[in-house]
Each structure stands twice: as structure tokens, then as C-alpha cells.
């Protein structure tokens, strides 16, 4: 099956600055990668996606970029605010394969003021 | 439009009990999938189901563990004779036509074994 690669597992950033969370992952056949972020105590909510026809995708603060030959994808957070901090989750799916999302192990990011 | 609805929100259990925890996938959703999470860790797929359908339960423990998701209602995960290590948020998701959409989480159930 799928296996998905998430680092840094931590990463701490002074507010303002910016923050990238890199994920792999092994089959070539996926085709979908969401993003999601978990707030202490509460559910995983997806805060952007990416096909594997797209390179890049932007929205506002958060930019999410795909290398399909080298099989990794990247979230960008920019003007980092102390409410980003969280855990986020990578994740990567394909519609021939098993029927579900395989995650990474999670980046906890801490946004210091 | 309600969200994935999960209840209980926290659940305690002894050792041996059972633990009956339901799902209610947003309204139109016919994909239901659980898993759980271990504290400090990530999320680990247990079972994809459709409406009386198990699609995948590869990572579903072999034993004591069932998932159903009948033609009216919510959809169920029973683990019998729970044990310490059951102790986990399990979260349930749902998507109206497969992955292609995202999934929409529901708020979990916190299992605890006492």
C-alpha cells in the first residue's frame, strides 16, 4: 500500500516567518493530497488540496506545491499568526488503489509571538 | 447543513466492556470511514464502508473489532472486551463519492479504558 513521509514532526516559528511542512510518498499511482490541520482537542479539518495535474496551488497564506517525479509535496505558510499553530497532517490518495487516504505521521507547529 | 456528527464525544470503559461508538455521515454522504489516533500520533485507517458495504477493513485488528454502516442510521464501530490499549480519539469521516472530494471529519469519540 501507500506510504506516506511527514517531517519536520515539530517545528517552531517566530510569528511573521514562514513555515514549510514536507511530505513523500510511494506510489506513483496517487493522485490526490490533502492537507490537514488538527487544532488541540478537535477534528482534522482539510485546508487545501492538490491533484496530481496541478504543480501548485495558493490560497491566501497557504500554498501547497507537488513534485510527481520525485513523489513529494509541500505546504507553504506564510506571515506565520499564532493561530496556525497546530498539528497538520499530509495525506495522499489513489482512485485505483485502496478506497482511502493514507496520512503522514503529523508536523506539530508552534507559532511563538 | 450538520457536519460528521459523533457520539459519544467521550466514552469510559473498563476492561472487558464493550465499546459502541456511532457515526452520522454529513447529509448525502454515502462513504463512511473510521480511524483512530493514538495520543502524539497520527491518524491509522481501520475501515472504509458504504452503505451495508465493507469496502476495505485491512486495517481493522483482526479480533474483537466490527464496523457496520446499515441502510437506515448511523454507522458503528463495536469493539468487544476492550482492553487499556483501545484507549484512542477514533474519528470518523465521511465523503459523498470517494477521496476525490476530501473527507469531512467528525469531532471523534475519546475512548478511555479504565
Known amino acids: 500500500g501507500e506510504n506516506v513521509e511527514q517531517h519536520p514532526s515539530t517545528l517552531s516559528v517566530q510569528e511573521g516567518d514562514s513555515a514549510v511542512i514536507k511530505c513523500t510518498y510511494s506510489d506513483s499511482a496517487s493522485n490526490y493530497f490533502p492537507w490537514y490541520k488538527q487544532e488541540l482537542g478537535k477534528r482534522p479539518q482539510l485546508i487545501i488540496d492538490?491533484?496530481?495535474?496541478?504543480g501548485e496551488k495558493k490560497d491566501q497564506r497557504i500554498a501547497v506545491t507537488l513534485n510527481k517525479t520525485a513523489k513529494h509535496f509541500s505546504l507553504h505558510i506564510t506571515e506565520t499568526q499564532p493561530e496556525d499553530s497546530a498539528v497538520y497532517f499530509c495525506a495522499a490518495y489513489h482512485q485505483t488503489g485502496a478506497n482511502n487516504l493514507f496520512f503522514g505521521t503529523g508536523t506539530r507547529l508552534t507559532v511563538i509571538p | 447543513n450538520a457536519g460528521v456528527m459523533q457520539n459519544p464525544r467521550h466514552l469510559v470503559r473498563r476492561r472487558g466492556q464493550e465499546a459502541r461508538l456511532r457515526c452520522s455521515p454529513v447529509?448525502?454522504?454515502?462513504?463512511v470511514y473510521w480511524y483512530r489516533q493514538l495520543p502524539e500520533e497520527g491518524l491509522k485507517f481501520m475501515v472504509y464502508l458504504q452503505k451495508e458495504n465493507i469496502i476495505d477493513e485491512s486495517g481493522m485488528p483482526k479480533e474483537r473489532f466490527s464496523a457496520e454502516f446499515p441502510k437506515e442510521g448511523p454507522s458503528i464501530l463495536r469493539i468487544q472486551q476492550v482492553v487499556r490499549g483501545d484507549s484512542a480519539a477514533y474519528f470518523c469521516a465521511s465523503s459523498p463519492l470517494g477521496q476525490e472530494h476530501g473527507y469531512t471529519f467528525g469531532s471523534g469519540t475519546r475512548l478511555t479504558v479504565v
Open positions: 447529509k448525502g454522504h454515502s462513504h
Open positions: 492538490i491533484r496530481s495535474n496541478v
